[in-house]
């Protein structure tokens, strides 16, 4: 047309910006900082930022479950998504199971899959200087997994750490994260980002309801409990309460006075049971000291199997009939959190 100029839509940061980060759609990932060549974004005050040149490469727009969430909505099952074998169970090693956060099947997989030389490391998340700074690292000895077991409840940019599984030179690597985290790595397999097509042998997802902002989350347990971070040694969660643990005990607060404290790209997520990962771990509905295990790809059947036979699990397997009595609570918590998510805004490029 005479006298207009044709729009060329950039596909850079400012387009993630504008798109996912200003709107507050972020989930603080970490996928667009690991990814980016130039290495110009840093999460910094729990915001990815541009620290500077960007070459429009388009690679954080490309892997950003939020922006392909936009653009193919929906991205997510009705339901608790795939699922191939269900088991209910805890780790066979006392050791192991005393220090998780529920059942240490998560632990137990690494370990043992570690000690068979099936896998060389796995990306975790560690405990920081306290239980409120998660800290993303690539584990490569049974001493660093074993100190990164336990929930860490605050906002965690795991993946800003998949960088690191390149420049190992390793390729079998598992990687553990809640459900965004798993579904923003399934772009950088399927795209074949940082190798992570060739690297990443298991993805181990977590089930989750909601994270909660660092600070926030320090300040409503000292308000409400007077409790310092530093002194808690487990945070739980169940039953519509938050449990902290101490050396002098446990001490208890409703979920609801912690609403504040919800990061608003949490209110947009639709997924509970981590469909996108190989083999999916969570507690709700069974005992505190247990895990439900559902497993979704031949990937994960294969893990399962490999631990199963090196007797670090005490589990027992469900059967299909018994599936939706087992999965009830997972189930009605997987819906509500679909139902009630916040609608993302359709993107066209
Ligand atoms: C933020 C959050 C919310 C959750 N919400 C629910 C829920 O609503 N219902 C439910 O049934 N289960 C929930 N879980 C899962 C549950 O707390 C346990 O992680 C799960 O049952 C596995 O227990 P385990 O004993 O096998 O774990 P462990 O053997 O103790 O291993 C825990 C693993 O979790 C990883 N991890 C810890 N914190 C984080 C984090 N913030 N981000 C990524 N990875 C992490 C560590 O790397 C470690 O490998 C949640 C977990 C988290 C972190
Ligand atoms: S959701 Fe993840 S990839 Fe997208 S902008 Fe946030 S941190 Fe980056
Ligand atoms: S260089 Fe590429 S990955 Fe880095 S900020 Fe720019 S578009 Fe994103
Ligand atoms: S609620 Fe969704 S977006 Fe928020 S931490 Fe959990 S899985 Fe990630």
């Known amino acids: 047309m005479q006298g207009t100029k044709a729009k060329i839509k950039r596909i850079n940061f400012a387009l993630l910006n504008r798109e996912v980060i200003k709107p507050e759609y972020c989930i603080l990932c970490g996928g667009c900082e690991s990814v980016c060549p130039m290495n110009v974004i840093l999460i910094e005050q729990m915001q990815p930022k541009l620290v500077g040149g960007c070459i429009s490469c388009g690679s954080c727009v490309d892997i950003c479950l939020r922006i392909n969430q936009r653009l193919e909505q929906p991205a997510v099952s009705d339901d608790l998504g795939t699922i191939l074998e269900v088991y209910l169970g805890k780790s066979a090693k006392n050791d192991i199971h005393k220090n998780a956060q529920n059942g240490g099947i998560v632990t137990s997989l690494l370990l043992s899959e570690l000690k068979n030389n099936s896998i060389d490391g796995a990306l975790v998340t560690g405990g920081g200087k306290d239980l409120s700074h998660p800290i993303p690292m690539l584990a490569f000895t049974e001493e660093e997994i074993r100190l990164a077991s336990r929930s860490k409840y605050t906002q965690n940019p795991a993946l800003s750490n998949l960088d690191s599984i390149k420049s190992s030179y390793k390729k079998n690597v598992a990687v ?108 709700v509905g069974v005992d505190d000291d247990m895990n439900i295990i559902i497993i979704r790809t031949e990937a994960g059947k294969e893990l399962f199997q490999n631990v199963l036979e090196s007797n670090y699990l005490d589990v027992e397997k469900i059967e299909n009939p018994k599936w939706s009595e087992v999965l009830m609570l997972a189930n009605k918590l997987s819906s509500s959190k679909k139902k009630n998510a916040k609608p993302l805004p359709v993107l066209e490029l």
């Open 176 to 283: 553990v994260g809640l459900p965004c985290h798993m579904e923003t790595l399934t772009q950088f397999v399927k795209k074949q980002y940082l190798g992570a097509d060739t690297r990443i042998k298991y993805r181990i997802g977590l089930f989750c309801m909601s994270c909660y902002k660092p600070d926030s989350f320090r300040d409503i347990v000292k308000q409400e409990l007077g409790l310092d971070f530093k002194n808690i040694t487990k945070t739980d969660c169940g039953r519509g309460k938050f449990f902290f643990e101490t050396k002098e005990g446990i001490k208890e607060a409703k979920i609801n006075l912690f609403h504040t404290g919800k990061p608003e790209g949490c209110k947009y997520c639709k997924d509970f049971s981590a469909e996108f990962a190989d083999i999916s771990i969570g507690n």
